[in-house]
């Protein structure tokens, strides 16, 4: 059993938890895209689309939440490291047909350490930001699809998310 925890990189010898050490990696240019899906009802939908949501302009606050979230994640998330993060951008795009907002958080830094965690973070806050302001109108929207979508940087070096067949 000891030998497959020396794999898992926040486990000790003894299966603890515990903080990644990185004080002797190098800092390079560390770069991730995550994604999310927020599914509406039609009205709900609707008045996303036309902007006449009561809590204001969802889109620009669930922006604002992600990118916020992201500069937050070693607060929420017990063994992440803090990263100065360079930039954070996130996409929002409306999908009539499926009455879907679809997300899409990406997170860079120069540093010991990559940044996939504040990318996911980033998406995941928005969408619930979506859900927080739309659910006077439909509590039964869905989150969902939450993924890693591309990690360039590090050691371990690129990681491409493959295409997924649509259920």
């Known amino acids: 059993m000891k030998n497959k925890l020396k794999k898992l990189t926040h486990v000790d010898a003894y299966g603890r938890a515990r903080m990644v050490d990185v004080t002797k990696k190098s800092d390079t240019l560390r770069k991730a ?10 009205e709900a939908f609707r008045q996303l689309k036309n902007n006449q949501i009561a809590k204001g302009d969802v889109l620009t606050v669930a922006k604002t939440a992600g990118i916020m979230a992201a500069k937050k994640t070693s607060e929420l ?13 996130l996409e929002l795009a409306l999908h009539a047909e499926t009455r ?20 996911l973070t980033a998406v995941s806050v928005a969408a619930l930001t979506i859900y927080d302001m739309c659910k006077a109108i439909d509590k039964g929207i869905e989150i969902g699809e939450i993924v890693l979508l591309r990690k360039e940087g590090g050691r371990s070096g690129v990681y491409q998310r493959k295409k997924q067949n649509k259920k």
Do not use: F, N, Q, Y
């Open 33 to 42: 895209t995550a994604s999310a899906v927020v599914r509406l009802s039609g």
């Open 77 to 89: 998330i017990p063994l992440c490291h803090p990263v100065p993060l360079t930039h954070v951008d």
């Open 100 to 119: 879907s907002v679809r997300l899409k958080a990406s997170a860079t830094t120069t540093h010991k350490t990559g940044v996939e965690m504040e990318a």
